[in-house]
């Protein structure tokens, strides 16, 4: 992870880095966005985790094309979306600062979706898969 942060400028939060260390980058599968949309809940579907190398090809070709210049992405739902750490965050030493951002491309909107990273997660891993 440390190209990716060298080549973008920042160091991504601490329980972020761990999570991949301790277990890799999570394959959300389609059990997933099923239980999401049949149970109705208040949550983007997260489709893809990127891989250090892949956030920085989607960070900077997305600002190239309207992502703010502050959101470094992480991940991504079905639709292309993003899901981000603010730049602007990450050097603050508070956790509750170190939130996930949601970009919308379709409406250029961007939106904080959980206080951390540990928190995002766990809002997943609640959603159990529709049998």
């Not at 260390?21 to 999570?26: A, E, K, S, T």
């Not at 210049?69 to 050097?91: E, M, V, Y």
């Not at 970009?103 to 961007?110: K, L, N, Q």
């Amino acid at each position: 992870m440390s190209a990716a942060e060298q080549q973008l400028g920042v160091r991504f939060p601490e329980d972020y880095r761990q999570a991949v260390l301790d277990v890799g980058l999570p394959r959300p599968t389609i059990a997933l966005l099923n239980a999401i949309v049949v149970r109705g809940l208040d949550l983007h579907d997260l489709s893809n985790f990127y891989s250090p190398k892949e956030i920085v090809e989607e960070t900077l070709g997305w600002r190239e094309i309207g992502m703010p210049d502050r959101l470094i992405a992480i991940a991504s739902d079905g639709s292309g979306n993003k899901f981000c750490f603010n730049a602007d965050q990450l050097g603050v030493d508070s956790a509750d600062r170190r939130g996930i951002w949601f970009f919308d491309h379709d409406f250029g909107t961007v939106d904080q979706v959980a206080p951390s990273f540990h928190a995002w997660i766990d809002a997943f891993c609640d959603v159990e898969p529709c049998h």
